[in-house]
């Protein structure tokens, strides 16, 4: 595999929110969610912008105007956003967030980031006690032909598509452990959160309650 191959696209990065999912199990739409005072979609742009990115937004199931640029899904879940989001900008890196992960530092986007454009990588990635995590995802925007085709072979699940795409377009994928970002000082959490918990997706009511109590008390929500 030779990273050289992924490169040629315009330089800069793009950062999205993934918030196109059907919430069944949250019952309403997880994005108007609110989470210690705020909305779930309004903490996923604030740690977009806080890794330095303008934040934009891939599928919305309500009006999600007013929070950021909104660009369509087709309703064809977080891998057609994902696709979508590529499509739409020429941006030769693209940052993806879920909407439901409020937990996550903005320092681990960063240094996923940097590690992407310093190696060339196709696709960067997140790991916690050993475990892959899809998002976040720096996705290089040459893979968007072989994530589309992934898309259209019904291929739906991200990490097997990212991991797909990457071995057939030689553009490599790249596993950063969490645990060796904090003890080398490169990624903090903003509320001292072990990293166990940075991944926790909000899907239920439970999962709200329980990412509430991690939650510092006193902890101002800017």
Same mark, same amino acid.
Request: hydrophobic share 45%.
């Given at each position: 595999m030779n990273s050289a191959d992924?490169?040629?696209?315009?330089?800069?990065?793009? %950062?999205?929110?993934?918030?196109?999912?059907?919430?069944?199990?949250?019952?309403?739409?997880?994005?108007?969610?609110?989470?210690?005072?705020?909305?779930?979609?309004?903490?996923?742009?604030?740690?977009?912008?806080?890794?330095?990115?303008?934040?934009?937004?891939?599928?919305?199931r309500s009006d999600l105007s007013a929070f950021g640029r909104v660009v369509e899904d087709g309703g064809l879940g977080p891998l057609g956003g994902i696709c979508a989001a590529l499509g739409a900008d020429q941006r030769e890196y693209a940052?993806?967030?879920?909407?439901?992960?409020?937990?996550?530092?903005?320092?681990?986007l960063a240094a996923q980031l940097e590690s992407a454009q310093r190696t060339g990588m196709g696709i960067t990635l997140a790991?916690?006690? %050993?475990?892959?995590?899809?998002?976040?995802?720096?996705?290089?925007?040459?893979?968007?032909?072989?994530?589309?085709?992934?898309l259209r072979a019904g291929n739906g699940g991200c990490f097997a598509a990212f991991r797909s795409a990457a071995e057939r377009t030689k553009c490599p994928l790249r596993i950063l452990a969490?645990?060796?970002?904090?003890?080398?000082g490169r990624v903090e959490h903003p509320q001292a959160l072990p990293a166990a918990y940075w991944f926790l997706n909000l899907n239920s009511p439970v999962d709200l309650a329980h990412a509430e109590s991690l939650w510092p008390v006193g902890h101002r929500v800017i």
């Open positions: 992924c490169q040629g696209s315009p330089s800069g990065t793009a %950062g999205y929110v993934l918030a196109g999912g059907a919430s069944s199990r949250m019952g309403k739409d997880k994005a108007l969610v609110a989470f210690h005072g705020q909305a779930l979609i309004v903490h996923a742009t604030t740690l977009l912008r806080e890794a330095g990115l303008r934040a934009a937004i891939a599928g919305a940052v993806f967030v879920s909407v439901d992960t409020p937990l996550l530092p903005a320092g681990l790991s916690v006690s %050993g475990f892959p995590q899809t998002f976040p995802a720096v996705v290089h925007r040459s893979l968007l032909p072989a994530l589309e085709s992934e969490v645990e060796e970002l904090v003890q080398a």
